[in-house]
C-alpha cells in the first residue's frame, strides 16, 4: 500500500485555483457561457488534526447532499458533522469524516481517490449537466467535455461506489492540454514537484506510485482538479533532504513518460 508521509498531508481536488493551503482556497467556480459552473471537490488532510475535510460546491445549485453523506458512509466512513456556506452565488458545503474503523482521518491514497470518485459520480448523477466540465463526464456524463479530441480506451477498474458497483474506465483524454513537470527547490529539506495534465481516475494513486518507484518520499500534496485540467503539487524528498539535480531530472523524465501528451512543453523540463 503506497501511503503519505505522516509529517503532513494535504490532498486537494478543486476545479477552481491552486493555493498553498486549504484554509486560502476559495471555492467559487467560474461559468461558462451557458452558465454551468465548475465543480470544485476539495479534500483537506491538514486543517484539521481529527478528521479528513471535503469541501463541495457546484455555484448555488447542490442541496442537502444526503445522497452523498449516505455514499461516503458506504464506503465505511462517517460523517462527523456538516456545515453550509453561502458566499456570494455559491453554496459551500463541507464535511467532517473519519474512518468507521478506527475513528481516525482517511490517508490511504487509494481511499482518497475513491472518496473522490463518489464525490464527482454523484455530482454526474443529481447534476448532469456537469458532465461538460468534468473529464469523468466523457464517459459517463450526459454531455462530454467540448474540448476532447480522442478517447484512447486504456484499462477497466471496478471500484464499489455507494450500495453498487461501477465500472469506471481508466481512459486517456487526448486534449488541448500541455503536459508540464516541473522540480523546484524549497529549502534543505524538501523539494517541490509540479505537475499540470489532463485529468483522469487514478491519476493521484498513480502518480504517488511513480514517485514511490524511485525510492522518493511525499511529505505532503495538494491535488486541484480544475475542470478537465489536473494541478498537482507534492512535497517530496530523498532520504530526508531535497533532491538533487540528477534525481530530479529521473522523477521528471519517468513522469513525463507517463504523463507525456501530444502537446507536452518540452520547456518545461
Given at each position: 500500500m503506497i501511503g503519505l508521509s505522516k509529517k503532513k498531508n494535504i490532498v486537494h481536488a478543486s476545479a477552481n485555483d491552486l493555493n498553498a493551503s486549504a484554509s486560502s482556497t476559495s471555492l467559487k467556480p467560474e461559468q461558462d457561457a451557458d452558465g454551468v459552473p465548475i465543480p470544485v471537490v476539495l479534500i483537506d488532510q491538514d486543517s484539521d488534526s481529527e478528521s479528513t475535510i471535503v469541501q463541495l460546491s457546484f455555484g448555488d445549485r447542490l442541496g442537502a447532499l444526503i445522497d452523498t453523506m449516505n455514499a461516503l458512509k458506504d464506503l465505511g466512513l462517517d460523517v462527523a458533522k456538516g456545515t453550509v456556506l453561502t458566499e456570494g452565488p455559491v453554496k459551500q458545503t463541507k464535511f467532517f469524516i473519519t474512518r468507521l474503523d478506527s475513528g481516525r482521518k482517511v490517508e490511504d491514497p487509494d481511499m482518497l481517490e475513491r472518496?473522490?470518485?463518489?464525490?464527482?459520480?454523484?455530482?454526474?448523477?443529481?447534476?448532469?449537466?456537469?458532465?461538460?466540465?468534468?473529464?469523468?463526464?466523457?464517459?459517463?456524463?450526459?454531455?462530454?467535455?467540448?474540448?476532447?479530441?480522442?478517447?484512447?480506451?486504456?484499462?477497466?477498474?471496478?471500484?464499489?461506489?455507494?450500495?453498487?458497483?461501477?465500472?469506471?474506465?481508466?481512459?486517456?483524454?487526448?486534449?488541448?492540454?500541455?503536459?508540464?513537470?516541473?522540480?523546484?527547490?524549497?529549502?534543505?529539506?524538501?523539494?517541490?514537484?509540479?505537475?499540470?495534465?489532463?485529468?483522469?481516475?487514478?491519476?493521484?494513486?498513480?502518480?504517488?506510485?511513480?514517485?514511490?518507484?524511485?525510492?522518493?518520499?511525499?511529505?505532503?500534496?495538494?491535488?486541484?482538479?480544475?475542470?478537465?485540467?489536473?494541478?498537482?503539487?507534492?512535497?517530496?524528498?530523498?532520504?530526508?533532504?531535497?533532491?538533487?539535480?540528477?534525481?530530479?531530472?529521473?522523477?521528471v523524465n519517468c513522469l513525463r513518460y507517463y504523463l507525456r501528451r501530444p502537446e507536452t512543453d518540452t520547456e518545461s523540463y
Open positions: 472518496i473522490r470518485l463518489t464525490i464527482i459520480n454523484n455530482l454526474l448523477k443529481y447534476h448532469p449537466e456537469s458532465s461538460e466540465r468534468l473529464a469523468m463526464g466523457e464517459a459517463f456524463g450526459i454531455k462530454a467535455p467540448e474540448k476532447k479530441i480522442a478517447v484512447q480506451l486504456l484499462d477497466w477498474r471496478v471500484f464499489i461506489l455507494s450500495d453498487f458497483s461501477l465500472v469506471i474506465a481508466l481512459i486517456e483524454l487526448d486534449v488541448d492540454i500541455a503536459t508540464h513537470v516541473h522540480v523546484k527547490e524549497d529549502g534543505p529539506k524538501r523539494s517541490l514537484l509540479c505537475v499540470e495534465t489532463a485529468d483522469r481516475s487514478g491519476l493521484l494513486v498513480e502518480i504517488i506510485k511513480i514517485i514511490a518507484d524511485v525510492n522518493i518520499d511525499v511529505e505532503s500534496a495538494e491535488i486541484d482538479t480544475e475542470g478537465l485540467i489536473a494541478k498537482d503539487k507534492f512535497h517530496v524528498s530523498y532520504g530526508g533532504a531535497a533532491l538533487n539535480s540528477s534525481l530530479s531530472q529521473v522523477l
